[in-house]
């Protein structure tokens, strides 16, 4: 990939760098996530303008140096999200879709279909400020799951390959499991079972909506698949409601 390159992209994080200067992150369909310097973007009069800020989703050219340091020479905005914005909601939102997106894909390896569900995601939370909502947050990440080869298994146990009586989620057994393998398991209720069955199924625009007790316990079996298979630590979405969820009440199940 020496010269230019020129490709759609969405910034991820922008950090200041020295006096004028911003260094990016990018996530790209054809090269993953990449690194990349806008030169005097912080200038009032750059051309690059404000197109360089995160969840711009934009068309750019740039050239490759000696290092991974990528530089920008030319942008086009797909996409400003502007209404995203607006709502400390859909802010917070987009900053975890993006952080999740650069945690679990951090490579240059391509990810269309990554790129493309990061595009879908901004652009919902930028036309519906209800898209906010924790379930959407937890669809997205699950279908993250998915690409990245490490989905749970959700269909039968994990542990016996049994179908019924499965109350439990275990990560490193790698999905839901039964009565008789829950050892290492929490309790996973027929709602939350139900909600990451339907989030995977469903666009991200569809995504069901589930009691925040189950959607509590699904973004537990998502963290953890992350955390055990691909060593990869996501920020919670759900940390308040989390505090007072009863899981703990549920935990003995019988010896
Ligand atoms: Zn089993």
Redo the contacts with the bound molecule.
């Keep these: 990939m020496a010269g230019s390159l020129r490709t759609e992209a969405i910034v991820l994080r922008s950090i200041r760098y020295g006096e004028a200067d911003r260094v990016l992150h990018v996530f790209t369909p054809g090269h993953g996530r990449l690194s990349a310097i806008a030169k005097g973007v912080r200038r009032a009069r750059s051309r690059f303008g404000a197109r360089l800020e995160p969840f711009f989703h934009i068309r750019v050219i740039l050239h490759q140096g000696r290092s991974d340091l990528h530089t920008v020479t030319s942008v086009d905005t797909v996409a400003a999200h502007a209404s995203l914005r607006d709502h400390a909601a859909t802010l917070d939102a987009a900053a975890r879709a993006c952080d999740a997106v650069g945690r679990l894909f951090e490579t240059p390896d391509p990810h269309p279909e990554v790129f493309r569900l990061l595009a879908n995601e901004l652009a919902l939370l930028d036309i519906d400020a209800g898209n906010a909502r924790p379930a959407n947050g937890l669809a997205f990440r699950l279908k993250l799951l998915l690409v990245a080869g490490i989905l749970p298994q959700l269909g039968s ?6 179908s019924e ?2 109350q439990g989620f275990s990560a490193a057994l790698g999905g839901v ?6 050892a290492a398991a929490f309790p996973l209720c027929q709602e939350a079972h139900g909600f990451l069955v339907g989030a995977l199924g469903r666009p991200l625009a569809q995504t069901p909506d589930a009691s925040e007790f189950a959607l509590a316990q699904a973004e537990r079996a998502i963290t953890e698949t992350a955390e055990h298979h691909a060593h990869v630590r996501l920020r919670p979405l759900m940390s308040a409601a989390r505090g007072h969820s009863p899981v703990a009440g549920l935990a003995s199940g019988p010896a």
């Design positions: 146990c994990a542990g016996c390959g049994e009586h499965l499991v039964c009565n008789s393998c829950e």
